[in-house]
């Protein structure tokens, strides 16, 4: 059974920083890409960052670009977002995601696996 389960989360205040993590289990994680994604309250899902088998190319939304991270460790089937500068907008709930294959998908229904989500709050 595939499990992926988010940590992490909490609140900060704009400008800070968080760490999320992801543990997966029950698939072959080195073969997956694993990505990330938000939903805010009244919003549609998007697309944060995903990263390929060997962490050797990412992909990002735009307006995370230079303040969030993504990595991944195979020996420790985990895969982190370190988000950095944090703003208000950053607010919703992140979910780990995970799906066999080579390319960065960035399309949350070309992913087969989920996690519980895990909530990120930034206050002003």
């Known amino acids: 059974q595939v499990q992926l389960v988010e940590s992490g989360g909490g609140s900060v205040q704009a400008g800070g920083s968080l760490r999320l993590s992801c543990a997966a289990s029950g698939l072959p994680f080195s073969i997956y890409v694993m990505g990330w994604f938000r939903q805010a309250p009244g919003k549609e899902r998007e697309f944060v960052a995903a990263?390929?088998?060997?962490?050797?190319?990412?992909s990002y939304l735009d307006s995370v670009k230079g303040r969030f991270t993504i990595s991944r460790d195979n020996a420790e089937n985990t895969v982190a977002l370190q988000m950095n500068s944090l703003k208000p907008e950053d607010t919703a709930v992140y979910y780990c995601?995970?799906?066999?294959?080579?390319?960065?998908?960035?399309?949350?229904?070309?992913?087969?696996?989920w996690g519980q989500g895990t909530q990120v709050t930034v206050s002003s």
């Open positions: 990263i390929v088998r060997r962490g050797g190319r990412t």
């Open positions: 995601t995970a799906r066999r294959g080579v390319e960065l998908y960035i399309q949350g229904d070309e992913y087969d696996y």
